[in-house]
């Protein structure tokens, strides 16, 4: 199936470092979201992205939704070891009657102490 | 809110018996789900959506008879492997949506482990 292109595929950083992360598209989405996922758990949403060009915050992390519609990214401030994980991007579009997600290839992000 | 919960968490079983999955909208009702596969180290690949009292739409590829999928009420859809092969091992994970957000959001359950010897 179709997947979403992110990068980059994985990052080791230091603790207090920033960490940014895109994921592109070669077509449109309506919505783009931000999950991480912990070993063995299912994703947990971070940030929802609804018009192009918005640029949203949820504490240390903040995200846009690019103004073409194909592109958006993640950032993190000040890295803790708690953000370790995987973070995926997701592109929502309506399909059939069904708003459905296309998941990105993921980021695994490792912070060290 | 929004909390989704399945179970079981893991599950192992025999070549060629089935497992069911549920997946349940604990505090919300869940309009539609979705049925995720996630092999190691991959991203999670759609399997189907299934809107409550209709039959599930399965993406490409997806085989219906194998993974059978069951919305019969608001808040709870199950997932049945049947004929289960080591090849089916995987971490399956279900979310849902509601009318409510329009749709926008879906929130994850923590995922099914299953393991076919």
């Known amino acids: 199936g179709q997947q979403l292109n992110q990068s980059p595929q994985s990052m080791f950083i230091q603790e207090g470092e920033d960490v940014s992360m895109n994921c592109t598209s070669s077509s449109i989405f309506n919505t783009w979201l931000w999950y991480k996922q912990d070993p063995g758990e299912g994703p947990v949403l971070l940030i929802a992205l609804y018009k192009a060009g918005e640029l949203t915050s949820n504490g240390r992390l903040t995200a846009q939704f690019g103004i073409t519609r194909k592109d958006s990214f993640l950032n993190i401030s000040a890295s803790i070891p708690s953000d370790v994980g995987i973070y995926f991007c997701a592109g929502q579009r309506r399909s059939s009657g069904t708003y459905k997600y296309i998941f990105g290839t993921g980021t695994r992000l490792k912070v060290l102490a | 809110g929004a909390v989704v919960s399945q179970h079981p968490s893991r599950v192992i079983c025999k070549s060629g018996t089935s497992v069911k999955i549920e997946c349940r909208s604990l505090?919300?009702?869940?309009?539609?789900m979705f049925w995720y596969r996630q092999f190691p180290k991959q991203s999670l690949m759609l399997m189907a959506t299934?809107?409550?009292?209709?039959?599930?739409?399965?993406e490409q590829g997806v085989e219906k008879d194998k993974f059978l999928i069951n919305h019969a009420s608001l808040t709870l859809s199950t997932l049945t492997v049947t004929s289960a092969h080591p090849e089916d091992s995987s971490f399956y994970i279900c979310?849902?949506?509601?009318?409510?957000?329009?749709?926008?959001?879906?929130?994850f359950g923590p995922g099914t482990r299953l393991t076919v010897l």
């Open positions: 505090d919300f009702q869940a309009t539609t």
């Open positions: 299934s809107n409550e009292g209709s039959k599930a739409t399965y």
């Open positions: 979310s849902a949506s509601s009318v409510e957000w329009g749709y926008n959001e879906q929130f």
